[in-house]
């Protein structure tokens, strides 16, 4: 067989195979793609923030976004940290995470009240940005039971930016919320 250096070069294409040993079976020789070397070696961050423990955000005017009264706790965390109501980018080395965001609140209102809930992007330095694509709404169904709020997007957050909840009323009436989850992964 030649010197690997013999043979010409190519700028290389997702598709075009690369030959490895693979560590996991005895270290048979097999091929990859190179577009697997990406999902392989790039780290992977991510947090599962949440509260159990009911709040109610009063809403004191209709149709006006408010902060979700909460306080985040975390199961698991790698580069995102959740200090009170914001999930942080805080991960090392300091880079910007092209970041997938799902919340899901459980909440209470009053009778066929328009819940409309989305998530804000907050600079280190405190300017915030509303990001419409995240922007969902639920009507109670006038049984006074319990209801989901997903919201869902994907965003770039940069180092020491941060995510938050706000949530609207079509009513001037409190929500209540029994639980909220945040979970955000790196893509």
Do not use: W
């Amino acid at each position: 067989m030649p010197k690997i250096s013999s043979y010409g070069t190519v700028t290389p294409s997702p598709s075009d195979r690369i030959v490895v040993s693979d560590a996991n079976d005895s270290n048979a020789t097999k091929n990859i793609t190179v577009g697997s070397l990406s999902s392989a070696t790039s780290p992977a961050y991510y947090i599962d923030a949440f509260s159990n423990t009911p709040a109610t955000t009063t809403i004191s005017q209709a149709d006006t976004y408010v902060d979700l009264n909460v306080t985040f706790s975390t199961s698991l965390s790698d580069g995102y940290t959740a200090n009170n109501a914001l999930v942080s980018n805080l991960n090392v080395p300091q880079t910007t995470l092209l970041s997938q965001v799902t919340v899901v609140l459980s909440l209470k209102a009053s009778n066929n009240n328009v819940i409309t809930g989305l998530i804000t992007q907050r600079t280190a330095a405190g300017a915030e940005t509303d990001i419409l694509s995240s922007t969902s709404s639920v009507t109670e169904a006038g049984n006074a039971t319990e209801f989901n709020l997903v919201m869902t997007c994907i965003s770039n957050l940069g180092y020491g930016e941060s995510l938050k909840i706000k949530v609207k009323n079509s009513a001037a009436a409190n929500i209540d919320c029994s639980h909220a989850s945040v979970v955000v992964h790196s893509i």
